[in-house]
Each structure stands twice: as structure tokens, then as C-alpha cells.
């Protein structure tokens, strides 16, 4: 069981949108602790998406957009296109576990 | 820009240690936090711990008995150490830039480790 908790996967046609939710507890999001996102593309390497919540890496299109509420965070891809499809993850710190906790990844399918 | 490079065994047998190096091109180890992160067959990521230049480091308090990192300020290289390996081991093992209690941004390629007798 992670730590954060991500739904397993999410669907959506091209052109639509979808919503990745990340939820935590009080001894990570709910600690102020920051959330960061990464894609990860078949076959190749994590990509950082967001990091501290809500910003974007430079390249990084702005179909992709987060937030972060109490003890949730939401990733948001607008306009889905099939180079999308991957797997999301979410990422914090846990002051309980001084250490930084992963969710347990979402896999979006175009 | 930085780029990060694993090296090490692809395979290794149960009960021995594994040893991983990370080799830090286009910029200084100085100044950063080196984390190194692993991906087991379909499973998620998992965060292993992170080390600094000036030697402290923390781990994963699921690992924290069985592995060690440091980093080799004038190679510019961070290593890990994972010992008394199980199957359970067996992984993508990534290393990256940024520590426990930020964003982790680049990663190396990754390294696959199979552990088998």
C-alpha cells in the first residue's frame, strides 16, 4: 500500500480532459509538505510534470496543470492527445516517515 | 545541462550486495542532494534515499538496515550500496538529482538489476 493514493487508472477520448487525484494524510500533504507530479512514457525515463504543486517545468505544455488542497492534489490534462498515455505519478514528503513517499502511479489511456 | 549516468551489475545472486554508481556530467555534485529511486516489475516508484556532497544521508526506513550511500566529491560521482539482496530486490534502479524533501529532476536511464541465482 503506498503512502499517497492514486487511482489505478483513468481513461479519456483525445481532445477530452482528465483528472488525476493524489490523495495523502496529515503527515505529508496535510503538513504543508509540497507535491510534485512526473509522467512516465513507455519505455523510457520519469519526467518531472509539476513540482511544488502547481509549476511546470519549462517544455512542459500547459495542458498540464495541478492543485493541491488539505490533504489532496489533482493533476489536470486538458486536451488529451495519445503520446499522453502513461503512467502519472505523485510525490511528497512524509514527516512521520522522514522520507519521501511516492503514490502508487496512475496509468492514463488515451 | 546535468546529466546522471548509472553503472553497475546487471545481475547479482541472493544474500550478496549490490553496488550502484552515479556518475554526474554537466555540472557539480557540490551544492545538490543525490537521491536514488527504484522501480521493481510492475510495480511503482520507491524512493531509496538520498545523500549529499558533505556526507549526510537518509534512507528509507523500509531499507534503512540494508543500504548505504555516499557521494565522491572529485569523481563527481554518488554511489549505493543495497546488502543481503533478495528477489524482492530485483529493479529499475534510477538515480536523480534532489532530495527527500523535493522534486527529483533529471534522472539517469536506469539500471536494471536482476536479482538470481
Known amino acids: 500500500q503506498s503512502v499517497l493514493t492514486q487511482p489505478p487508472s483513468v481513461s479519456g477520448a483525445p481532445g477530452q480532459g482528465v483528472t488525476i487525484s493524489c490523495t495523502g494524510s496529515?503527515?505529508?500533504?496535510?503538513?504543508?509538505?509540497?507535491v510534485h507530479w512526473y509522467q512516465h512514457l513507455p519505455g523510457s525515463v520519469p519526467k518531472l510534470l509539476i513540482f511544488?504543486?502547481?509549476n511546470r517545468p519549462s517544455g512542459v505544455p500547459d495542458r498540464f496543470s495541478a492543485s493541491k488542497s488539505g490533504t489532496s492534489a489533482s493533476l489536470v490534462i486538458t486536451g488529451l492527445q495519445p503520446e499522453d498515455e502513461a503512467d502519472y505519478y505523485c510525490?511528497?514528503?512524509?514527516?512521520?516517515?522522514?522520507?519521501?513517499?511516492f503514490g502508487g502511479g496512475t496509468k492514463l489511456t488515451v | 545541462q546535468v546529466q546522471l549516468q548509472e553503472s553497475g551489475p546487471g545481475q547479482v545472486k541472493p544474500s550478496e550486495t549490490l553496488s550502484l554508481t552515479c556518475t554526474v556530467s554537466?555540472?557539480?555534485?557540490?551544492?545538490?542532494?543525490w537521491s536514488w529511486i527504484r522501480q521493481a516489475p510492475g510495480e511503482g516508484l520507491e524512493w531509496i534515499g538520498t545523500?549529499?556532497?558533505?556526507?549526510?544521508?537518509n534512507y528509507n526506513v523500509s531499507l534503512k538496515s540494508r543500504v548505504t550511500m555516499s557521494v565522491d566529491t572529485p569523481s563527481n560521482q554518488f554511489s549505493l550500496k543495497v546488502t543481503s539482496l533478495t528477489t524482492a530486490d530485483t529493479a529499475v534502479y534510477y538515480c536523480?538529482?534532489?532530495?527527500?524533501?523535493?522534486?527529483?529532476?533529471?534522472w539517469g536511464q536506469g539500471t536494471l538489476v536482476t536479482v538470481s541465482s
Open positions: 536523480v538529482r534532489g532530495g527527500q524533501r523535493s522534486w527529483f529532476d533529471p
Open positions: 554537466g555540472g557539480s555534485i557540490g551544492s545538490y542532494y
Open positions: 545523500t549529499h556532497y558533505t556526507g549526510s544521508a
Open positions: 496529515r503527515s505529508n500533504l496535510g503538513a504543508n509538505s509540497d
Open positions: 511544488n504543486n502547481i
Open positions: 510525490q511528497s514528503y512524509d514527516t512521520g516517515l522522514s522520507g519521501s513517499v
